[in-house]
């Protein structure tokens, strides 16, 4: 499966829904989204992965760029994930330390308010 | 002899083919339904360090990957970038201290070895070691094998 992204906006946060595979093929695509809302002002960004079925390293790298861009405009990334199987490469790198990881949207839109 | 041998030209397309084939190749071995999904990264995760090695280092040269089902799974990813470019110090953890500091430009690449870091948390039976025919790397991951889904899946 490919990557597939979409973005919506709530309230003054921007969702971006994340589906299929983050890798080494794919990242590149999810790494110009984020760049292009930042560059467009959008400055707290909450990425969906409940859709994600593969992550490595170069997709983990992305999102930590992504983080550091918001933050350079004292901005937020967030993160909602609840599979396992995601969740263990998160925890294998020590970034559930850097990334706030919530179990909805929603969760993550109140975290933030 | 390998029971299956994979060779990609050190693409990024080529790495989910990888992993797909090393998930296959497991399930008809007979290794735990649960055990597939830590193939599946760990093999898309070494693969990924090897293309984007070659990428560097040895473009024109094929990533190889042996995978054998005797008595356990053993996935072994050969690289041919030169001894020595990455290395496996570090700790993934050391990444929070590069994010926090202030003087870090903003960039997407993971610290040196980070990849080796991953696939060390994902797989317990893991080798790291150089290649003795040449420039490169063999990441050798194995995995027990169920007997009786192996013996009913053959």
Not at chain 1, 53 to 69: A, I, M, N, P, Q
Not at chain 2, 9 to 33: E, F, I, K, W
């Amino acid at each position: 499966m490919d990557l597939s992204l979409s973005t919506r906006t709530e309230g003054d946060r921007t969702v971006v829904a994340v589906g299929g595979e983050i890798d080494v093929y794919t990242a590149p695509k999810l790494r110009e989204q984020l760049i292009d809302l930042v560059s467009n002002g959008n400055y707290h960004i909450i990425v969906d992965m409940e859709s994600v079925e593969f992550l490595d390293s170069t997709g983990l790298g992305v999102l930590v760029g992504g983080l550091k861009r918001v933050r350079a405009h004292d901005g937020s990334l967030q993160l909602v994930c609840t599979q396992e199987r995601i969740l263990k490469i998160f925890r294998i790198t020590g970034l559930t330390k850097v990334f706030p990881i919530h179990a909805s949207v929603d969760e993550a839109i109140t975290a933030t308010d | 002899m390998p029971t299956v041998r994979l060779q990609i030209s050190p693409t990024p397309a080529h790495v989910r083919t990888a992993r797909l084939v090393a998930t296959a190749v497991a399930r008809r071995a007979g290794v735990a339904d649960a055990a597939l999904d830590e193939i599946r990264f760990a093999v898309g995760e070494a693969c990924s360090r090897a293309v984007s090695l070659h990428q560097q280092f040895a473009p024109h040269e094929l990533v190889t990957l042996l995978l054998t089902d005797e008595g356990t799974y053993v996935v072994t990813v050969c690289d041919a970038a030169p001894s020595g470019s990455e290395t496996t110090e570090g700790d993934p953890l050391e990444l929070l201290d590069r994010l926090n500091s202030p003087m870090q430009r903003v960039s997407d690449q993971m610290p040196a070895g980070f990849g080796l870091a991953v696939i060390g948390g994902l797989v317990e039976d893991l080798e790291i070691t150089d290649a003795t025919d040449g420039p490169g790397t063999l990441v050798r991951m194995t995995w027990p094998l169920s007997g009786a889904d192996h013996t009913s899946r053959r």
